[in-house]
């Protein structure tokens, strides 16, 4: 519904990469052999003018960027996240902050933190996720039966998981990290716009933010709220 917009399905991708350090750069050289003709724009503060190809370079805050590009008009068929924060929820605190209302993290409790697997807190109201603990292969192909690591069955997928967990009262919204090619993850459009959605319809809401692949993920604590009480009374 919100990508590619009149386009052809045949039609040369149009691939954002939020972010240019070493995972960026690892995206788009995935993606430039993955989709071939696809016109790669590269998003971040530094400059990053060493870099060939069908490629823009666009020197700007990636959460700043997203936000104002991304709208359901914009020409786009995947977004990579290479940053070091957990973007798709900073797009979602951005996006509700700019419907007016007022955005604050939750604390996660880690009484919670049990019912999930292999726990690291990032902060407060941050927590990462894996299934893994060890180091996972950087050109896992994410493959349905088997771990390609261990040979072991694999566990329920992360996602799923986080989908499906009852963790105390906050409600889970989880954006599934979609494999582009092996070991690179990212965002279908219209998961995002899903995700902003379902998100204002649930004001007051301690929401559990997440992003998870089969294996790994992050998640983020945070609640909502109207701001002007004249708002409120004219939604």
């Known amino acids: 519904m919100f990508a590619r917009q009149g386009r052809k399905s045949t039609s040369p991708e149009i691939i954002w990469v939020l972010g240019c350090g070493r995972f960026g750069r690892r995206a788009v050289e995935l993606m430039a052999k993955a989709a071939p003709g696809s016109t790669i ?6 400059p990053a003018l060493d870099m060939t190809g069908n490629i823009e370079i666009i020197r700007a805050d990636a959460v700043e960027w997203l936000s104002e590009h991304f709208i359901p008009e914009a020409v786009v068929d995947k977004i ?20 007016h209302r007022i955005v604050r993290s939750v604390e996660i409790p880690d009484n919670q933190l049990r019912s999930l697997p292999n726990p690291i807190r990032l902060s407060l109201s941050r927590v990462a996720l894996s299934h893994a603990d060890f180091r996972c292969p950087e050109n896992c192909s994410e493959p349905e039966e088997l771990c390609t690591y261990t040979r072991r069955q694999r566990p329920q997928s ?41 998100a204002r319809l649930l004001p007051e809401t301690p929401l559990l933010i997440g992003t998870a692949c089969k294996c790994h993920g992050v998640v983020d604590g945070l609640c909502h709220a109207e701001s002007d009480p004249d708002l409120q009374k004219r939604a």
């Not at 973007?87 to 996006?95: C, D, I, M, N």
């Not at 990290?177 to 219209?190: E, N, T, W």
């Open 41 to 46: 724009i590269v998003v971040d503060r530094l």
């Open 80 to 99: 990579i996240p290479a940053v070091p924060l957990h973007l798709a929820s900073e797009w979602l605190k951005k996006k509700l902050s700019d419907d």
């Open 158 to 198: 992360l996602y799923h998981l986080l989908e499906t967990v009852v963790f105390g009262n906050f409600t889970p919204l989880i954006v599934r990290s979609r494999q582009f090619a092996s070991g690179l993850g990212g965002f279908m459009p219209g998961d995002l716009w899903n995700l902003l959605e379902r």
